[in-house]
């Protein structure tokens, strides 16, 4: 299993805890624009830096072309946002998992961005975990199908919205509040803040793209 871990250039009140990743050897850090600085400030060695950098100094860029190995620098009058063009790098390393934080906080359309592009890239790289992670959230895509949840002690609230189309036949079991064969449509809120009573869950369903958030009141 490898993970690779995206930071963006987000406030850094938002980001997730680095503390389960700083020791694994098998982790690969990449920033996107100021998130390189970002994880050169938490003592994170960026394997990759990629973006326009156009929110940095011209003594920030210096910092990043003196410590990082590999800066990929573009124009930035491109079509990929600096989000997208790192989770294309993460996949050059091959992983298993992708996790993304860092883009939550501050300009609401480059979450949006990050949001969809997560939904293209798993869309077409369904072998890949894809996750969206802050210091009280993560949220996930699914699919159709079956899927276990592991219970969180730490981000109890588990809330399930459509993404794309219906959501079809949902099954959930193993929670507060289970239901079957129910039907999650576009701006249904009702499916918001359940929780689960054992430590693994579950959720099926049969058709439509499921957006998954957990999270946490602190």
Same mark, same amino acid.
């Given at each position: 299993?490898r993970t690779?871990?995206?930071?963006?250039?987000?406030?850094?009140?938002?980001?997730?805890s680095?503390?389960?990743?700083?020791?694994?050897?098998d982790?690969v850090?990449?920033?996107a624009?100021?998130?390189?600085?970002?994880?050169?400030?938490l003592?994170?060695?960026p394997?990759?830096?990629v973006g326009?950098?156009d929110?940095?100094?011209?003594?920030?860029l210096?910092?990043?072309q003196?410590?990082?190995?590999?800066l990929n620098?573009?124009?930035?009058?491109k079509?990929?946002?600096?989000?997208?063009?790192?989770i294309a790098k993460?996949l050059t390393?091959?992983?298993?998992?992708?996790?993304?934080?860092?883009v939550?906080?501050?300009?609401?359309?480059?979450f949006m961005?990050?949001?969809?592009?997560?939904?293209r890239?798993?869309?077409n790289?369904?072998?890949?975990?894809? %996750?969206?992670?802050?210091?009280?959230?993560?949220?996930?895509l699914?699919?159709a199908?079956?899927?276990?949840?592991?219970k969180? %002690?730490?981000?109890?609230?588990v809330?399930?919205?459509s993404f794309?189309g219906i959501?079809?036949?949902?099954?959930?079991?193993g929670?507060?509040y289970?239901?079957?064969?129910?039907t999650?449509?576009?701006?249904?809120?009702?499916?918001?803040?359940?929780?689960l009573?054992?430590?693994?869950?579950?959720?099926?369903?049969t058709?439509?793209?499921?957006?998954?958030i957990?999270s946490?009141?602190?």
């Amino acid at each position: 299993m490898r993970t690779v871990v995206i930071c963006g250039g987000g406030p850094k009140n938002e980001l997730m805890s680095f503390q389960s990743y700083s020791n694994d050897e098998d982790i690969v850090f990449i920033g996107a624009d100021r998130g390189a600085i970002t994880l050169l400030e938490l003592g994170l060695m960026p394997t990759e830096a990629v973006g326009d950098f156009d929110s940095l100094s011209s003594e920030e860029l210096m910092y990043l072309q003196q410590s990082i190995k590999s800066l990929n620098p573009v124009s930035s009058e491109k079509d990929e946002t600096d989000a997208e063009l790192a989770i294309a790098k993460a996949l050059t390393f091959k992983p298993t998992h992708i996790v993304i934080t860092g883009v939550t906080g501050g300009r609401l359309d480059h979450f949006m961005a990050v949001l969809n592009s997560v939904y293209r890239f798993q869309t077409n790289y369904p072998h890949i975990t894809f %996750k969206i992670v802050n210091k009280w959230n993560e949220l996930f895509l699914l699919s159709a199908g079956d899927h276990e949840l592991v219970k969180n %002690k730490d981000l109890p609230y588990v809330s399930f919205f459509s993404f794309q189309g219906i959501i079809s036949n949902v099954t959930l079991t193993g929670f507060k509040y289970d239901v079957a064969e129910e039907t999650i449509e576009l701006g249904n809120a009702r499916f918001t803040s359940n929780e689960l009573l054992y430590e693994v869950g579950s959720i099926s369903f049969t058709s439509g793209i499921c957006l998954v958030i957990r999270s946490s009141d602190e």
